[in-house]
């Protein structure tokens, strides 16, 4: 089993909404930079949203998604959220969530745990 399960992926139509949760399937930490990314077919995986860590709690969003998605994280059940909303049809992909990056300097260079995705579907 993925250290970490995805779930609430599904059709929708354009301008609609979906809301995405991520568990861990073990014991992981619940205070590590956590991150929503999606994989659209034939084509690399891309950062969607990244919530820090360590109580810092920052987020940031890729440009396309900004003012339409919220990450957000229950510390206490230990599961990270990504509410989608006016989503487009372009946004068809597979959405995968991650846990505990390492950094270099102040970029991500890798995390240590993934999901094994949920697709997203959204028709015109």
């Known amino acids: 089993q993925a250290p970490l399960v995805e779930s609430g992926g599904g059709s929708v139509q354009a301008g609609g909404s979906l809301s995405l949760s991520c568990q861990p399937s073990?014991?992981?930490?619940?205070?590590?930079?956590m991150a929503w990314y999606r994989q659209p077919s034939g084509q690399q995986r891309e950062m969607v949203s990244v919530i820090r860590g360590q109580g810092d709690g920052t987020k940031t969003y890729a440009d396309s998604v900004k003012g339409r998605f919220t990450i957000s994280h229950d510390e206490t059940k230990n599961i990270l959220f990504l509410q989608m909303s006016s989503l487009r049809t372009e946004e068809t992909d597979v959405y995968y969530c991650?846990?505990?990056?390492?950094?270099?300097?102040?970029?991500?260079?890798?995390?240590?745990?993934w999901g094994q995705g949920t697709q997203v579907t959204v028709s015109s």
């Open positions: 991650a846990f505990c990056a390492s950094y270099n300097g102040d970029k991500i260079s890798r995390f240590e745990y």
């Open positions: 073990g014991s992981i930490s619940n205070r590590c930079t």
